[in-house]
């Protein structure tokens, strides 16, 4: 199976529009047609951003959004410490990949990360639904 990692920003724009190419990456992931990796820091900073007042965004909309991450993600519990990024979320995030062994760490931002993360491949939604999606055909 598929190995993903996905980035908060890709999870905030899937929670904001139910339809479209981020929410298309967590409904595969929820559907557990590919596996999601999530980690103790990645879940926190999921639940951070998903609660700041700016988004809009229903307490109980949040609640359940986390729920579904929480019984479809597979959490795992990095050791390593990565600082490769000035942005510690970030960081937490490949840390993530790397100990998942993910295939793909999905972004909005890619400009923030380099291409490639050890064997991780790191895209944009759209990169990686064309990439995956006739796969799962």
């Known amino acids: 199976m598929i190995r993903v990692v996905i980035d908060t920003n890709i999870v ?7 339809q479209g190419l981020p929410a298309a ?11 999601m990796f999530i980690s103790p820091p990645v879940m926190a900073e999921y639940e951070d951003v998903l609660h700041r007042p700016r988004l809009k965004l229903s307490a109980a909309r949040v609640d359940a959004a986390l729920a579904v991450i929480r019984r479809s993600g597979k959490l795992i519990h990095p050791t390593l410490t990565i600082t490769w990024s000035k942005d510690e979320s970030d960081n937490r995030l490949l840390e993530c990949a790397e100990t998942a062994l993910a295939d793909y760490f999905v972004t909005g931002n890619i400009r923030h990360f380099p291409t490639e ?3 991780t491949k790191i895209v944009t939604a759209r ?4 990439d995956i999606v006739p796969l799962l055909s």
Do not use: E, G, H, T
């Open 12 to 18: 905030v724009s899937a929670n904001l529009q139910d």
């Open 25 to 35: 990456v967590l409904d595969l992931a929820i559907a557990r047609k590919v596996q």
């Open 117 to 119: 993360w050890k064997i």
């Open 127 to 130: 990169s990686f639904l064309a």
